[in-house]
């Protein structure tokens, strides 16, 4: 996959969920103290400036007719890891990127209601999209303090700053 002028061999996407306290609050969900890791599969995965494409399932009832997006910083993993001090983490990050993380939240809401995991809402085909870029660690000074912004059709739909992240990069 190219992002920019980047060639990578994504392997798996994982997410940390509520990582902000006002989304957390948006969901009606308790603020987590620990991180709320889930996974979206490979499937979902596209690049910026690609079509999203809503499956006909989100729309032939009112039951899950709600698709949000939120925006992301996303860390790219050059190298496989496992168990890294935090003074380290950064040795094996090659840049990061902006990430659209897509949801089918009436979906995801029902599941959740019956103890099902949010597989189906989170990984349709398109739902995941990376880029347009991937900007190096030495052309991000801190990247817990970036603004980071969704425009959907020109107007606004997010914003906020990566300093507001419960849970930050080591």
């Known amino acids: 996959m190219i992002i920019g002028n980047t060639d990578i061999k994504p392997t798996k996407i994982i997410c940390i969920g509520r990582n902000y306290v006002e989304h ?3 969901l009606d969900s308790p603020v987590p103290t620990e991180p709320v890791f889930f996974v979206k599969t490979l499937n979902s995965l596209i690049t910026n400036g690609t079509a999203i494409i809503y499956p006909r ?8 007719n709600r698709v949000d997006h939120e925006v992301e ?11 890294i001090e935090p003074e380290n983490v950064y040795n094996y990050i090659q840049g990061f990127s902006i990430f659209l993380d897509i949801t089918a939240r009436k979906m ?16 349709f ?3 995941s999209v ?12 801190d990247p817990h303090n970036l603004k980071i912004e969704l425009k959907v059709n020109g107007e606004v739909k997010q914003s906020s700053n990566t300093r507001y992240m419960i849970f930050k990069i080591p």
């Open 125 to 127: 085909d398109t739902f």
């Open 73 to 83: 910083l996303a860390f790219i993993i050059q190298k496989k890891c496992k168990k």
């Open 130 to 141: 990376i880029g347009p870029r991937i900007v190096s660690l030495n052309e991000i000074k």
């Open 24 to 26: 957390a609050k948006e």
């Open 57 to 64: 399932i989100l729309f032939e009832t009112e039951e899950f």
């Open 108 to 123: 995801q809401i029902f599941d959740r209601n019956r103890n099902l995991p949010w597989y189906r809402s989170k990984n």
